[in-house]
């Protein structure tokens, strides 16, 4: 192992996390506070909770205001599985949210960021790990949650099922978000929501700005009718995007239909399922567009509530050639990738076979813990390894991989609810290279942990 932390920043985030913990130790000790032992959805008496902590009391109730500080320091050893190629660094994220509900059909919310990455030394320093000082959400709502019909416009967050293909990837610094346009229908049967959204870029040196040929339109809908103890969703994505390159050479206007359903519900025997399918059809210039994935994933809790056992299998189809003008690799859209196949996010849901078995201990003395075992093997041997946000990470290997198996990745995270505005969490993940990445590319073990500090003021949690 080679993590470097400088010593100057490293004292500062152990101070800010002593003074903190100070800090809520001592508001405990003078009201009996809340113990340490309640989980985040204990009620905790207000006169326990720090004053800066209860601004929300002394507003007007039509104005609520909530703010979160982040400060992660993570690292990798062996980043592309070459050694020696080892970095650690730290990520500071700081949001402010204010929401204004003049009346019981409309409101608005706003919400400003500022995201900044210290110390990185290798790869990129800009995007997703800098967003300097900029409005991340402003959007006004229309109609109350007990309405038939509600709209949302502005900048917002979207997120559909379990966010495998459209979501705000919040483990992200600088997460995302869309101007868009979005109607909610909603019956005691069934729920629709339609949208029209452009994705935002961050930009370093100005505003935020979405377009630049980026369109985004969809309808995702909920049903707890047909199926008993289950939600049915179908759902229907179309991406439309600008200079995206073309096989055969140059560039051309991508139009992507995505077409799925997720089917998601619990089993006798303390048993949940989750299954979800999708398709695609399209183009990009004169390169036709047919790709297809496939989720499926099994829980049980018949050990007891503390103990939760994952058995899941992930598939998605890959390219069978760079050049014959058909495109087979799936594309993932807007995901929250994070940790949905593996912690170490070198693994996304393109060009994939992906096994995972995972442990959850609910409580070891107040530490939940994760624990997941991952396997993954090329859906084409002709194609190459993609990353957790959609990237290359491995290119494809020109005449085909010897070998389509990927590698092995063993993942452990714990977490402790300091008090009800403090959040404590950490986690290691290692991979161990296989007969794939053993051709590609040097071959080496990667190694990456983390550990989090996220701390919520101005509001009770």
């Given at each position: 192992?080679s993590?470097?932390?400088?010593?100057a920043?490293?004292?500062?985030?152990?101070?800010?996390?002593?003074l903190?913990?100070l800090?809520?130790?001592?508001?405990?000790?003078a009201?009996?506070?809340?113990?340490?032992?309640?989980?985040?959805?204990?009620?905790?008496p207000?006169?326990?909770?720090?004053?800066?902590?209860?601004?929300?009391?002394?507003?007007?109730?039509?104005?609520?205001?909530r703010?979160?500080?982040?400060?992660?320091?993570?690292?990798?050893d062996?980043?592309?599985?070459a050694?020696?190629?080892?970095?650690?660094?730290?990520?500071?994220?700081?949001?402010?949210?204010?929401?204004?509900?003049?009346?019981?059909?409309?409101?608005?919310?706003?919400?400003?960021q500022?995201?900044?990455?210290?110390?990185?030394?290798?790869?990129?320093?800009?995007t997703?790990?800098?967003a300097?000082?900029?409005?991340?959400?402003?959007?006004?709502?229309?109609?109350?949650?007990?309405?038939?019909?509600?709209a949302?416009?502005?900048?917002q967050?979207?997120a559909?099922?379990?966010?495998?293909?459209?979501?705000?990837?919040?483990?992200?610094?600088?997460a995302?978000?869309?101007?868009?346009?979005?109607?909610?229908?909603r019956?005691?049967?069934?729920?629709?929501?339609?949208?029209?959204?452009s994705?935002?870029?961050?930009?370093?040196?100005?505003?935020?700005?979405?377009?630049?040929?980026?369109?985004?339109?969809?309808?995702?809908?909920?049903?707890?009718?047909l199926?008993?103890?289950?939600?049915?969703?179908?759902?229907?994505?179309?991406?439309?995007d600008e200079?995206?390159?073309?096989?055969?050479?140059?560039?051309g206007?991508?139009?992507?239909?995505?077409t799925?359903?997720?089917?998601?519900g619990?089993l006798p025997?303390?048993a949940?399922?989750g299954?979800?399918?999708?398709?695609?059809?399209?183009?990009?210039?004169t390169?036709?567009?047919?790709?297809?994935?496939?989720?499926?994933?099994?829980?049980?809790?018949?050990?007891?509530?503390?103990?939760?056992?994952t058995?899941?299998?992930?598939?998605?189809?890959?390219?069978?050639?760079?050049?014959?003008?058909?495109?087979?690799?799936?594309?993932?859209?807007?995901?929250?990738?994070?940790?949905?196949?593996?912690?170490?996010?070198?693994?996304?849901?393109?060009?994939?076979h992906?096994?995972?078995?995972?442990?959850?201990i609910?409580?070891?003395?107040?530490?939940?813990?994760?624990?997941?075992?991952?396997?993954?093997w090329?859906?084409?041997?002709h194609?190459?390894?993609?990353?957790?946000?959609?990237?290359?990470?491995?290119?494809?290997?020109?005449?085909?991989a010897?070998?389509g198996?990927?590698g092995?990745?063993?993942?452990?995270?714990?977490?402790?609810?300091?008090?009800?505005?403090l959040?404590?969490?950490?986690?290691?993940?290692?991979?161990?290279?296989?007969?794939?990445?053993?051709?590609?590319?040097?071959?080496a073990?990667?190694?990456?942990?983390?550990?989090?500090l996220?701390?919520?003021?101005?509001a009770?949690?």
């Open positions: 192992m993590y470097r932390i400088e010593p920043r490293l004292m500062s985030v152990v101070s800010a996390t002593a903190l913990l800090s809520h130790a001592g508001a405990a000790r009201g009996q506070g809340p113990s340490t032992t309640a989980p985040p959805t204990t009620a905790v207000q006169s326990t909770i720090p004053l800066p902590n209860r601004m929300n009391e002394v507003l007007p109730t039509w104005l609520r205001v703010a979160e500080f982040r400060e992660r320091v993570e690292g990798f062996n980043a592309l599985f050694s020696a190629n080892d970095d650690t660094y730290f990520l500071s994220r700081l949001r402010v949210n204010a929401v204004v509900t003049p009346s019981r059909d409309a409101s608005f919310q706003v919400q400003v500022d995201a900044r990455v210290g110390d990185k030394e290798v790869g990129t320093t800009g997703p790990f800098t300097t000082f900029d409005v991340r959400m402003a959007f006004a709502d229309f109609g109350a949650t007990t309405r038939h019909v509600t949302r416009v502005g900048r967050e979207l559909f099922g379990e966010q495998r293909l459209v979501g705000h990837v919040s483990w992200l610094n600088a995302r978000t869309f101007d868009a346009g979005r109607v909610t229908i019956s005691k049967k069934l729920t629709v929501d339609g949208f029209a959204a994705v935002v870029r961050i930009l370093p040196d100005t505003w935020d700005k979405s377009g630049a040929g980026n369109r985004f339109y969809g309808a995702y809908a909920s049903t707890p009718a199926v008993p103890r289950s939600s049915v969703e179908p759902y229907f994505f179309w991406r439309q200079n995206v390159k073309i096989e055969t050479g140059g560039a206007t991508l139009h992507l239909a995505t799925g359903v997720r089917w998601a619990s025997s303390k949940e399922y299954v979800e399918v999708a398709g695609q059809t399209g183009s990009i210039g390169d036709a567009i047919t790709t297809w994935a496939g989720h499926f994933q099994m829980k049980s809790a018949a050990f007891g509530p503390a103990l939760r056992v058995g899941e299998y992930n598939v998605a189809s890959g390219d069978a050639s760079p050049t014959d003008g058909t495109r087979g690799t799936f594309d993932q859209l807007y995901p929250t990738p994070h940790d949905k196949y593996g912690l170490a996010d070198q693994v996304g849901w393109r060009n994939i992906h096994m995972r078995a995972g442990l959850d609910a409580r070891i003395k107040n530490w939940p813990i994760v624990t997941n075992y991952h396997s993954w090329l859906a084409d041997v194609d190459g390894l993609y990353a957790a946000g959609g990237a290359v990470l491995v290119p494809r290997i020109a005449t085909g010897d070998n198996h990927v092995q990745e063993i993942d452990l995270q714990i977490s402790r609810v300091l008090s009800p505005q959040l404590l969490s950490g986690g290691y993940a290692y991979i161990m290279p296989g007969g794939f990445l053993k051709q590609a590319t040097p071959g073990s990667y190694s990456a942990p983390f550990l989090m996220t701390y919520v003021f101005l009770e949690k």
